[in-house]
């Protein structure tokens, strides 16, 4: 059972005072910015008064499961950037923020009149990040970059999967949302260059180029230079490492999966005494790691009849009372039945006017002194527009005549 929390608005975390304007649409902008705005930031999101992000537009049942996760703690303003007086109101906005988001195409921004020269003439201490496919310069700088291409072309999909089987994606946004960790990150160093009293800092904002391919590759650990030592591609080896062994899932008497990882030769040997092959050890074809990834099918074979012959829960036992690293392969409904996902928190309900209550991760990473909060819902469409019009000096008589053009949505 999963702990119901309520929103904190009054909470203060460690970026609160900082204003971040996010013009990015679908999950990689938007994982930055749900990342400093969990932190405290005040993250405005621009959306298009007739559609808002199309994140709205992923639903499960009728609702916009992806938006509240990603969308809360932040501020919704309505606005159609079409409307020259949209883009003047966002031209001000950006020039009291001191973080801009956008994914548009590389030259995008710039056509707009928005180009970093001219922002940082107005905001020099604005710090811009660019998400894009491949990036702002390069032969694939025009190429459009949804998340599935770069995992395609990263190598990661070539890498996953079984060898006798086609190369298989990730079920889930991964490029986008490993991208918008790296961003986050890239704010905050940018951010440390801004801070005045820093040794040798210049005080001056900057931009991030922020790619899906770059760290999409990144997270490949030393393919490369495998590739370059050998001269060789590893095949698809499923739940197999090319680099250690044993390591797979393994199948129980009642059907459930158990993951096993033993990739130092201590825990091997441990592993293979527990299930009663120690002579295995001694045997020059498991001695060692090396020999243990060149003969993995024979390795794991006494391991997978060993599981396959006890229930998932006694497998379970008798690894933690041998100290085995090895855990159970969740589907999400046991991880949400997990005492230790319960206890600590890691998924909660918050109230939602939908759903009554909705689950989602909480705030990712926790610090002692000065942790994040779940602050608010994920905003309706336009539903702070009139709040940041006030905070950009616009009356009242200005926010009715700016929605009555068009130019922006009140929520």
């Not at 009849?305 to 409904?333: G, M, N, Q, W």
């Not at 527009?385 to 009140?410: C, F, N, Q």
Request: aromatic fraction near 4%; proline fraction near 7%; glycine fraction near 8%.
């Amino acid at each position: 059972m999963l702990h119901r929390r309520e929103f904190e608005p009054g909470a203060t975390p460690p970026l609160s005072g900082l204003r971040v304007v996010d013009l990015s649409r679908l999950v990689a902008g938007n994982m930055v910015s749900l990342q400093l705005a969990d932190h405290g930031a005040e993250v405005i999101k621009i959306e298009d008064p007739a559609k808002g992000d199309p994140l709205r537009a992923w639903r499960t049942d009728g609702h916009s499961l992806h938006w509240k996760v990603y969308a809360r703690n932040k501020k919704s303003l309505a606005l159609d950037l079409r409307h020259k007086d949209g883009l003047a109101i966002l031209a001000d906005l950006i020039a009291s923020s001191d973080v801009l988001i956008e994914n548009f195409r590389p030259g995008t921004l710039e056509a707009m009149g928005l180009a970093p020269a001219v922002l940082h003439a107005r905001n020099p201490k604005l710090i811009i990040v660019r998400v894009s496919g491949f990036g702002q310069d390069g032969p694939y700088r025009e190429r459009p970059g949804f998340g599935t291409l770069v995992e395609g072309m990263s190598g990661f999909a070539a890498m996953n999967g079984f060898g006798d089987r086609e190369p298989v994606l990730p079920p889930l946004a991964l490029a986008d949302m490993v991208a918008g960790l790296y961003g986050a990150f890239a704010v905050m160093i940018a951010r440390r260059e801004v801070e005045a009293g820093r040794p040798n800092g210049t005080g001056r904002g900057q931009v991030i180029d922020l790619p899906l391919l770059d760290p999409m590759i990144s997270i490949l650990g030393p393919q490369a230079a495998m590739f370059q030592v050998s001269g060789e591609i590893p095949p698809r080896t499923g739940s197999r490492s090319n680099t250690t062994s044993p390591r797979n899932v393994f199948r129980t008497r009642d059907g459930r999966y158990i993951a096993i990882s033993a990739s130092i030769q201590a825990m091997a040997e441990r592993l293979l005494r527990t299930i009663g092959r120690e002579d295995m050890i001694s045997d020059p074809r498991f001695a060692n790691n090396t020999a243990r990834v060149a003969n993995a099918a024979e390795c794991e074979a006494p391991i997978a009849a060993f599981i396959a012959a006890r229930d998932s829960a006694e497998v379970l036992a008798i690894f933690e009372k041998a100290e085995i690293t090895a855990a159970p392969v969740y589907d999400i409904d046991q991880l949400i039945d997990d005492p230790h996902v319960a206890e600590r928190e890691i998924l909660v309900e918050l109230p939602d006017a939908d759903l009554g209550h909705v689950a989602m991760h909480a705030v990712v990473p926790r610090l002692a002194a000065t942790p994040g909060a779940i602050r608010s819902p994920a905003p309706g469409l336009g539903e702070h527009t009139a709040e940041v019009l006030r905070m950009l000096g616009r009356d009242e008589a200005a926010i009715t005549a700016l929605a009555a053009s068009g130019a922006v949505k009140l929520g």
